[in-house]
């Protein structure tokens, strides 16, 4: 009986090769393909609408714009149904169990994204040279790889060490639930895993670290079906830190020590020098920020409060070497008793000594400003530095 079953099943296997050949193929694309109508969607019933799984593979992060609020990646939007009228018995065709055909020849689901950058066009729209893949019990798989620029919401507020969501929907333009209905395997949102992925196929951003994903199916208005992806990105901020925050706290230190300097013209130079880096700092980070005032990055208020200290010290350094070398029997103004602090009454005239005594008490004052400035610029580029390091 063995020996039966072993012949029966030798039997069959050259029978099985030499039958896949192209005639068959040919015939049961004919079959297939022969009388159907690619914009009317596969149900067997019309009063129910057909079922689209949706998933999404990430494979790049090519570019976040925070200047223009665009995001840019490259991934495979798979989209998977059946189809009734593509099923066949591979016993008939030679065990031919998959096909391939034209995604211009059958029906597939359109799915548009609803936050373009530039004109919105379905997913594959445009590549002609994709197929739908169709197994011997109707499943379908259609899986277009696209770059996709889509708007994103970007918020700088913790800038350099912030965190975007960027959220992506795909939608069938203009089709209801009852026509068609997006699923995926996540009823709610629901963090998927892409490290293997991540790690494996996709080029890793050196501006952007993916933290995860998140997928889910909704209606709009209870009608419209739509697929949503957020995007967890989270920013490198080293190369700021190093060409931004380094400089800037360094510079800081340099505008104490203007006022250590003795009361010479060179003075005013070095401190109209320190002035021009904090401007050039500033101008730095404000050409990567969107030209908006909501929300503004706390760095920018950090370098503002330097420039404004930067000069401050300016113009003390002018005023100061104004008052160093005035002659005898000047009288002291108001506002400069005030703000030397010193104990001469104003409108009292001075002489050269006195006057310089004024200058070295301004100077001093002038100091502590800049040291208590110093602190707090300080404790806050340290508490960015523990955010960075503790809580990203």
């Given at each position: 009986?063995?020996?039966?079953?072993?012949?029966?099943?030798?039997?069959?296997?050259?029978?099985?090769?030499?039958g896949?050949?192209?005639?068959?193929?040919?015939?049961?694309?004919?079959?297939?393909?022969?009388?159907?109508?690619?914009?009317?969607r596969?149900?067997?019933?019309h009063?129910?609408?057909t079922?689209?799984?949706?998933?999404?593979e990430?494979?790049?992060?090519?570019?976040?714009?925070?200047?223009?609020?665009?995001?840019?990646?490259?991934?495979?939007?798979i989209m998977?149904?059946?189809?009734?009228?593509?099923?066949?018995?591979?016993?008939?065709?030679?065990?031919?169990?998959?096909?391939?055909?034209?995604?211009?020849?059958?029906?597939?689901?359109?799915l548009?994204?609803?936050?373009?950058?530039?004109?919105s066009?379905?997913?594959?729209?445009?590549?002609?040279?994709?197929?739908?893949?169709?197994?011997?019990?109707?499943?379908?798989?259609?899986?277009?790889?696209?770059?996709?620029?889509?708007?994103?919401?970007?918020?700088?507020?913790?800038?350099?060490?912030?965190?975007?969501?960027?959220?992506?929907?795909?939608?069938?333009?203009?089709?209801?639930?009852?026509?068609?209905v997006?699923?995926?395997?996540?009823?709610?949102?629901?963090?998927?895993?892409?490290?293997?992925?991540?790690?494996?196929?996709?080029?890793?951003?050196?501006?952007?670290?993916?933290?995860?994903?998140?997928?889910?199916?909704f209606?709009?208005?209870?009608?419209?079906?739509y697929?949503?992806?957020?995007?967890?990105?989270?920013?490198?901020p080293l190369?700021?830190?190093?060409?931004?925050?380094?400089p800037?706290?360094?510079?800081?230190?340099?505008?104490?020590?203007?006022?250590k300097l003795?009361?010479i013209?060179?003075?005013?130079?070095?401190?109209?020098?320190?002035?021009?880096?904090?401007?050039?700092?500033?101008?730095?980070?404000?050409?990567?920020?969107?030209?908006?005032?909501?929300?503004?990055?706390?760095?920018c208020y950090?370098l503002?409060?330097?420039?404004?200290?930067?000069?401050?010290?300016v113009?003390?350094?002018?005023?100061?070497?104004?008052?160093?070398?005035?002659?005898?029997g000047?009288?002291?103004?108001r506002?400069v008793?005030?703000?030397?602090?010193?104990k001469?009454?104003?409108g009292?005239?001075?002489?050269?000594?006195?006057?310089q005594?004024?200058?070295?008490?301004?100077?001093?004052?002038?100091?502590?400003?800049?040291?208590?400035?110093?602190?707090?610029?300080?404790?806050?580029f340290?508490?960015?530095?523990?955010?960075?390091?503790?809580?990203?």
């Amino acid at each position: 009986m063995k020996y039966l079953v072993f012949l029966a099943i030798v039997g069959l296997l050259p029978r099985h090769v030499q039958g896949r050949n192209q005639s068959l193929v040919d015939e049961l694309y004919k079959t297939l393909l022969n009388g159907q109508n690619k914009n009317i969607r596969p149900t067997v019933n019309h009063s129910y609408p057909t079922e689209v799984r949706v998933s999404f593979e990430l494979l790049e992060i090519l570019d976040v714009d925070e200047f223009m609020g665009k995001l840019s990646i490259s991934g495979v939007l798979i989209m998977a149904w059946n189809d009734h009228r593509m099923r066949w018995n591979p016993l008939d065709y030679g065990g031919v169990d998959t096909i391939y055909v034209s995604s211009s020849e059958t029906w597939k689901p359109d799915l548009v994204l609803t936050e373009p950058v530039e004109k919105s066009i379905s997913l594959g729209h445009k590549q002609t040279w994709l197929k739908v893949a169709y197994t011997s019990d109707g499943n379908a798989t259609f899986a277009p790889f696209d770059v996709i620029p889509s708007s994103c919401n970007i918020k700088i507020t913790k800038y350099p060490f912030d965190s975007q969501i960027c959220e992506l929907n795909f939608h069938p333009w203009l089709i209801t639930k009852h026509d068609i209905v997006l699923n995926t395997d996540a009823t709610q949102y629901k963090e998927v895993e892409l490290q293997q992925l991540w790690e494996s196929f996709a080029n890793d951003n050196a501006e952007w670290r993916l933290v995860g994903t998140k997928s889910a199916t909704f209606l709009v208005k209870n009608l419209y079906s739509y697929y949503r992806l957020n995007l967890d990105l989270i920013r490198r901020p080293l190369f700021v830190i190093v060409n931004v925050f380094i400089p800037i706290y360094f510079l800081s230190y340099l505008n104490v020590l203007s006022f250590k300097l003795p009361a010479i013209p060179e003075r005013v130079t070095f401190a109209m020098t320190i002035l021009l880096a904090f401007v050039f700092f500033m101008t730095t980070v404000n050409d990567n920020m969107p030209r908006n005032s909501n929300p503004i990055p706390l760095i920018c208020y950090l370098l503002m409060g330097n420039l404004v200290i930067s000069t401050f010290n300016v113009l003390m350094t002018v005023f100061n070497l104004y008052i160093k070398d005035r002659p005898d029997g000047k009288t002291i103004p108001r506002l400069v008793a005030f703000v030397s602090r010193t104990k001469i009454k104003a409108g009292t005239p001075l002489s050269t000594s006195q006057w310089q005594e004024v200058s070295a008490k301004l100077d001093r004052n002038c100091l502590l400003i800049s040291k208590v400035w110093l602190i707090f610029s300080s404790l806050v580029f340290s508490g960015f530095l523990v955010y960075w390091i503790f809580f990203t």
